[in-house]
């Protein structure tokens, strides 16, 4: 739908993947678009402190960027892991494939994205504004008042439509946050994180298998891997700030020794950095953030860990952010520029998916530090693969849904997801498969569990 408005000036707050990509769409739907960023042009100040330096885009994302012809370029950089690669503490692998064939999350790195959607932006047009910290919105004068982050000189900007897409701790969310009837919740878990790295080998390979992402499930506990271009892996230990073992009970580089060689022992020869980058390193926190509404009359709108941030286990924090924008991209074409209709049914359309994703994510960090070693839950797995293989339109794996589906919504998946839990419940007291897992059995009980497929 074209642009015939005079009023054509949109401004973002936040530079990262988000705002970077929403840029576009709004600069190609015919908008002068000014963004403005907290931290240094990190293409020159180097790589993001404290942040995770690959991501694992999955379909949702790359549809988001395909949308701006930007998919096939990054799939070309970006790692395909194809599965699972759990080590238990023996130091044994287990391997546990993602979908079919073709099915792959991409390890990609955080900051060249990041920097290829910013490149993108300027490219088209876009004006990038840097080292501008925002300390409030004045939503009721639509003015931004902003202070530089090294000279410390403040200065206030009006806006005519403003795009909150400024992570987590957002200013424009902290400014909404102080009007009537705005509904907010934040959930921290009691774990969090520590970046860990196994370099490549002296002869400059991989270490490990580098197409799949490494878990090393421990009960209350993980620590994973993704790889990177240098032949590098990733490593994050999620872990109990308090409680044993924990963060709290580890502060020598012995304690730290002693954690590894118990839980890790595998790893250590791989980690010659592990004592000096475990003492270095923060460990950031991990939290959930819900809020509501998204928008503040035709004036102002949320956007993705700004509206809804949500913990990394699905790995789809990147990836709904992107969908977020994608979803308002599609909604402008059938709406065009009635911003109070088109913010509204932004938000309430993306509103049941966030929560889902929210949800879904903490599910899974249980199903990854906990199930994934254990027979029972591969062996479901292994049974749902097989139904799905025998009716694919009717039963598709929750994980599937979720990474796989962008066609199908967050809060579907979860519906049909626990829909399916439940018939998974029924089948798996049919018989005892890890017997007759390729007996007519099992192919029966999965003919009269599908005949029970009812989901609406």
């Known amino acids: 739908m074209p642009v015939s408005s005079p009023n054509k000036n949109m ?4 530079a990262g993947l988000v705002g970077s990509l929403l840029s576009i769409y709004l600069k190609r739907r015919g908008y002068n678009v000014d963004i403005y960023e907290r931290r240094p042009d990190l293409r020159q ?9 690959n991501l694992a885009l999955s379909d949702r994302g790359f549809a988001s960027l395909k949308r701006i012809g930007l998919d096939d370029e990054i799939r070309k950089v970006g790692i395909p ?14 391997y546990q494939a993602y ?11 955080r900051g060249g994205l990041n920097f290829k959607l910013m490149d993108l932006a300027e490219a088209e047009g876009v004006r990038l504004h840097f080292n501008l910290r925002c300390n409030e919105v004045d939503l009721a004068e639509q003015t931004l008042h902003f202070e530089h982050g090294d000279t410390r000189q403040k200065m206030s900007l009006p806006y005519e439509r403003l795009f909150g897409t400024d992570g987590a701790f957002s200013a424009l969310r ?3 946050m102080k009007t ?3 509904e907010y919740s934040q959930d921290y878990l009691p774990h969090g994180y520590k970046e860990l790295t196994i370099p490549a080998t002296p002869e400059g390979e991989f270490a490990m298998e580098p197409n799949a992402l490494h878990i090393w499930p421990r009960g209350h506990f993980m620590m994973i891997a993704l790889p990177n271009p240098d032949k590098s892996f990733t490593c994050t230990l999620f872990f109990p700030y308090e409680g044993s073992p924990s963060f709290s009970e580890i502060n020598t580089p012995a304690d730290l020794m002693a954690f590894f060689e118990t839980y890790f022992a595998d790893t250590i020869p791989m980690m010659p950095a592990l004592v000096e980058e475990y003492f270095a390193n923060p460990t950031p926190s991990l939290v959930t953030i819900r809020s509501f509404p998204w928008k503040y009359s035709d004036s102002a709108l949320l956007m993705g860990d700004a509206s809804h941030a949500i913990v990394p286990f699905y790995g789809q924090g990147m ?18 520029e009635d911003w109070e209709q088109l913010f509204s049914a932004f938000q309430l359309s993306r509103k049941p998916d966030a929560d889902a994703i929210a949800d879904l994510a903490k599910a899974n960090f249980v199903e990854m530090r906990d199930k994934v070693a254990d027979a029972d839950f591969l062996l479901r797995k292994k049974i749902e693969a097989k139904i799905n293989e025998k009716y694919p339109n009717v039963w598709i794996p929750l994980y599937t849904m979720v990474t796989f589906s962008p066609g199908i919504r967050y809060s579907e998946a979860l519906a049909r997801g626990k829909y399916q839990d439940g018939l998974m419940d029924q089948l ?5 498969w890890y017997e007759q897992f390729d007996s007519p059995a099992l192919d029966l009980a999965i003919d009269e569990i599908v005949a029970k497929y009812h989901f609406q």
Request: net charge negative.
């Open 428 to 432: 798996m007291a049919m018989g005892n």
């Open 45 to 53: 100040a180097g790589a993001y402190g404290g942040r995770s330096i």
């Open 180 to 182: 009537d009837r705005f």
């Open 319 to 336: 990836n709904s952010g992107f969908e977020d924008a994608r979803v308002f991209d599609e909604l402008f074409e059938q709406i065009g």
């Open 174 to 176: 902290a400014s909404m």
């Open 99 to 109: 979908g079919k064939d073709g099915q792959s999350i991409y390890s990609v790195s």
């Open 81 to 94: 892991m194809h599965g699972r690669m759990m080590h238990d503490v023996k130091g044994q692998l287990t």
């Open 11 to 14: 401004t973002i707050l936040g």
